[in-house]
Structures are given as structure tokens and as C-alpha cells.
């Protein structure tokens, strides 16, 4: 009998050198299972192999690989990752290719996630830096420094008040302690 993942929504948000993408790592490193990382460039990522998917052993297999994000014409990205199974799936900088509007196979690929074994994560320098979609579904929000106004994400985020305060706390911290950052976690 196969275990089920617990098809975790993970945002991670926070400024330039907080610490995103080194916590992403730790979590991707100590995972059994293999991680995707969708980016823009390979910036933060150079020493993971890059993998167009175009084969099926890109999806195959333990351990992180990068893909660049490029979806102009039709078998790119969001076609290519439609059906992503077992594993995690990151969308690192995810505002450098998605707007507000959520394409279709992401809002499938985020809803159908537990049958798909998926965890996924996204990753933005702030609260207006990732689609509100991903925060309707966030299991949990990793959250760093970050500068920008978090009232534009109001009607999504699932307790509003308390990510308030978690910035206020957060950032207060941060003046001290660039790195600082807290796990919220919904239920």
C-alpha cells in the first residue's frame, strides 16, 4: 500500500537575500521524493541539472532538476507539467510568468494535487509577487521579510488580520536578523 503525500500548498515569500531560495533547498534536499523546480532562469539553481521534459526520464527518478519557464506556444511548461506526479513541484519567482489570472491547468494542478501526490510550492519577493489563487489553497505560508502592501491580497488570504500582524512581526525581527522568517500553517 503506497502512502499518500499531504499535498502541501506552500507559499514562501520574502525580499532579495532573506533566505527563500536556501530554505527551499533545505526542504527539496530532505525530501525522498524527486523536485521540479520551475524558474525563470537558473539563477540560484546552477547546480542542479536542467531538463527540457521533453523525455520521459526528466520525470523520473530522485533529487532536483530545474526547468525554464517558456509556455509561447503550445507543448511548453504548463503543458508539460499538466500531469507531474509523486513529487514536488516548485514555481520559483513564479511572477516572472504568471499574472493574477490563474491558467487553467495550474488551478487543475493545484486542485487534483492530493490524487497527484504533489507538493507544491511558490515562491515570490512578496504577498503581490504570487498569483491569489495559490494563497485561496495555501496549506501553510513561509514567510520572510517582505516590503510590499499585503492589502492588495486581502479577499484571498484566509486569515488577513493575522498575516498582518505575522508581516509587522516579521519584518520588525528582520531589522535585526535578515534571515528571520515563520511558518504559518492552516488548517
Known amino acids: 500500500m503506497e502512502i499518500e503525500r499531504t499535498a502541501k500548498m506552500v507559499v514562501i515569500l520574502g525580499a532579495n537575500g532573506t533566505g527563500k531560495t536556501t530554505i527551499l533547498k ?5 525530501s525522498p521524493d ?3 523546480v520551475v524558474a525563470p532562469d537558473v ?11 521533453d523525455r520521459p526520464d526528466d520525470y523520473l527518478g530522485t533529487g532536483i532538476r ?17 500531469y507531474f506526479k509523486k513529487g514536488n513541484l516548485v514555481f520559483d519567482d513564479c511572477r516572472a510568468y504568471f499574472g493574477d489570472k490563474t491558467d487553467p491547468r495550474i488551478h487543475k494542478l493545484i486542485i487534483r494535487r492530493r490524487q497527484r501526490m504533489v507538493d507544491i510550492f511558490a515562491v515570490g519577493h512578496g504577498f503581490n509577487e504570487v498569483p491569489p489563487k495559490f494563497f485561496t489553497f495555501a496549506t501553510e505560508i513561509i514567510l520572510f521579510r517582505t ?10 488570504l484566509k486569515d488577513f488580520e493575522m498575516m498582518v500582524e505575522a508581516q509587522r ?8 536578523n535578515p534571515h528571520h522568517f515563520e511558518v504559518i500553517k492552516f488548517t
Request: include cysteine; proline fraction near 2%.
Open 26 to 30: 533545505n526542504i527539496l534536499n530532505q
Open 66 to 82: 530545474t526547468h525554464i519557464f517558456d509556455d509561447r506556444k503550445k507543448g511548453g511548461t504548463l503543458d508539460k507539467i499538466e
Open 147 to 156: 516590503t510590499d502592501n499585503i492589502a492588495r491580497r486581502k479577499n484571498c
Open 43 to 53: 539563477i540560484g539553481w546552477e547546480d542542479y541539472p536542467l531538463v527540457d521534459l
Open 34 to 36: 524527486k523536485s521540479l
Open 169 to 176: 512581526r516579521v519584518n520588525r525581527i528582520a531589522k535585526n
